[in-house]
């Protein structure tokens, strides 16, 4: 199946610094990824769909001047914490839209830990 | 109400056993459903998809009631490879959102 990738794959950072992940699709092109977090026993909550070439759309209560979205290319968005806190640690997995022959799949990227102390 | 409910066990099952999960959605405009397999911190993997007409795959059976807005996963069979957490979900009618239950852990013991 189709292979979506992220970088990396955990990160540890300070207080009030920023911090970029990077969500690839490998094998086809995504005009459409999606942002979500999953705290601790909780479900993933979807945070923002990323579109190529247009802003990204926020759902309810996410701050888009906090998590800023680049979606460049048609198999790279980025997702930028900035100025994390404690709170914002969490695990951030993107997903990209297949719309292949068979259908469209979403299909998820490994995830990423963030950790802020 | 949260718009995907699931029970979130966990189930402790011997292996062989068979075992059902359910699901209920509260939005009647979901269009698409399916069932994901999370295991311990990774991201989830598509299980199968579930149709109006029910579907099976090899040991998993999925069935969706759309007039309770219920969906259900059975596992016949049970190995210890399938110990993990199952995610209901559900994408509503002309949007791209999936939307994640909290998932129904399960642990499957020798």
């Known amino acids: 199946g189709a292979v979506v990738s992220q970088h990396p794959s955990w990160v540890i950072c300070k207080s009030g610094t920023s911090v970029k992940i990077e969500c690839r699709s490998l094998?086809?092109?995504?005009?459409?990824m999606f942002w979500y977090r999953q705290f601790p026993k909780q479900s993933l909550m979807l945070m923002a769909t990323?579109?190529?070439?247009?802003?990204?759309?926020?759902e309810q209560g996410v701050e888009k001047d906090k998590f800023l979205i680049n979606h460049a290319s048609l198999t790279l968005s980025t997702l930028t914490v900035t100025s994390a806190h404690p709170e914002d640690s969490s695990f951030y997995i993107c997903?990209?839209?297949?719309?292949?022959?068979?259908?469209?799949?979403?299909?998820f990227g490994p995830g990423t830990r963030l950790l802020v102390l | 109400r949260k718009e995907v409910e699931q029970d979130p066990g966990p189930f402790n099952v011997p292996e062989g056993a068979t075992v059902a999960f359910n699901c209920t959605y509260s939005?009647?405009?979901?269009?698409?459903f399916f069932w994901y397999r999370q295991d311990c911190r990774k991201e989830p993997k598509l299980l199968m998809s579930?149709?109006?007409s029910g579907n099976e795959d090899g040991r998993f059976t999925a069935q969706l009631n759309r007039a309770s807005q219920y969906i259900s996963l059975l596992i016949r069979d049970s190995k210890l490879s399938d110990s993990a957490t199952y995610l209901c979900?559900?994408?509503?009618?002309?949007?791209?959102?999936?939307?994640f239950g909290t998932g129904t852990r399960l642990q499957v013991f020798p």
């Open positions: 997903s990209a839209r297949d719309m292949g022959l068979v259908g469209e799949t979403q299909y």
């Open positions: 094998d086809f092109q995504a005009t459409t």
């Open positions: 990323s579109n190529e070439g247009s802003k990204a759309t926020y």
């Open positions: 939005n009647s405009a979901s269009q698409s």
């Open positions: 579930v149709y109006s």
């Open positions: 979900v559900v994408n509503w009618l002309r949007t791209d959102k999936l939307i």
